[in-house]
């Protein structure tokens, strides 16, 4: 299906039928086919962690869309559920016995600058009860320059200051960028 928004660069124009952004971006996502997604997919030494990213442009930005479940839930109330989630710039969700996601590389980095100003970091991940559910909106990437990626959840939160990757563990669920 193609984007109405995809092409419209003058937010004004997208703006002036709603009362703010958030509706403009709510009402996407409620009737609007994602022009790309990522289906996100643990693996045997993870666990049964599924979820989807949606990717909506609109104007010059894209709102992102995170559904996730099956992520680890402690019962100890001082462990962190918050994880990583970054854009690799691998596209393949493959890798070897002890990195099963090596193939997906670094965050997405164009670029070169450092962690956190890569084009592919993103927010972290809030568990609640080991599901998570996000949004925001963003014009670090163009949605073209992202189909094929990957999208990587960690294991742990990101701390947006230690090199290249903020610290934030192992790879624990990874899903590829297709267009719709
Ligand atoms: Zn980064």
Redesign the pocket.
Known sequence: MKNPYINDENMDELYSNYENPGRLFLETALTQMPAAYAELMGNPGTGEINGIVRFYPIGAGVLVNAEVYGLPAGVNPCTSDIFGF?IHEGHSCTGNESDPYANTGG?Y?PTLCP??A?E??MPPLFGYNGSAWMMYYTDRFDLLDIIGKTVIIHSQPDDFTTQ???NSGAKIACGTIVAV
Do not use: F, K, V
Request: glycine share 18%.
């Open positions: 970054h965050h980095n962690h956190p890569h592919g970091d290249p990757s903020g």
